[in-house]
T-cell receptor
């Protein structure tokens, strides 16, 4: 079975541009979460979507947005990119949205570089 | 608010030596605690989790961790290090509700294993 898949794997953008990152959860998983991992730090929670509705939001500016589609895949959008947005963006999925009690499955991430 | 602190950003051991990675938590409610491992250019993989059952938790690859409420600690150990254990290790705590995928991660500990 395929794990959590993310695309693209690497991305280079310039300041002020917009970016869209994509994630496909494990088959049967209805919850997708997004994390930002800046070099040298642990992942930070950005969003969780469960059954296409936002279940949680981290402390990120409104430039960050996300959505979940009927097939449970998800997109993370970032507008007006800043240098500080350079990071590894991780997508995670769980079957019930209770990954804090069960298990989160992480993708390999999208490495975003903002120049 | 929940948080975790990982003591030591880098730990070096010889192959066959004991591995000890330290994690202390802060939580206003009984916590769910996790250890994740991240290999280069990969996402995070769950090693083990504590969810208020047995205080000694056994995980994959020979790792285990002991929950000590009196010390607010959840240290990760392995009796004998292997070269393949070289990776970044993250301690994490659940956000406070079981019904969420939101984890709060520490800053990570990079484990080096020397032959």
């Amino acid at each position: 079975d395929a794990g959590v898949t993310q695309s693209p794997t690497h991305l280079i953008k310039t300041r002020g541009q917009h970016v869209t990152l994509r994630c496909s959860p494990i088959s049967g998983h209805k919850s997708v979460s997004w994390y930002q991992q800046v070099l040298g730090q642990g992942p930070q929670f950005i969003f969780q979507y469960y059954e296409k509705e936002e279940r949680g939001r981290g402390n990120f500016p409104d430039r960050f947005s996300a959505r979940q589609f009927p097939n449970y895949s998800s997109e993370l959008n970032v507008n007006a990119l800043l240098l500080g947005d350079s990071a590894l963006y991780l997508c995670a999925s769980s079957s019930t949205g209770a990954g804090s009690r069960e298990k989160l499955f992480f993708g390999s991430g999208t490495q975003l570089s903002v120049l | 608010a929940q948080s975790v602190t990982q003591l030591g950003s880098h730990v070096s051991v010889s192959e066959g030596a004991l591995v000890l990675l330290r994690c202390n938590y802060s939580s206003s409610v009984p916590p769910y605690l996790f250890w994740y491992v991240q290999y280069p250019n990969q996402g995070l993989q769950l090693l083990l989790k504590y969810t208020s059952a047995a205080t000694l938790v056994k995980g994959i690859n020979g790792f285990e961790a002991e929950f000590k409420k009196s010390e607010t600690s959840f240290h990760l150990t392995k009796p004998s290090a292997h070269m393949s254990d070289a990776a970044e290790y993250f301690c994490a705590v659940s956000e406070g509700s079981w019904n969420t995928d939101k984890l709060i991660f520490g800053t990570g500990t990079r484990l080096q294993v020397f032959p």
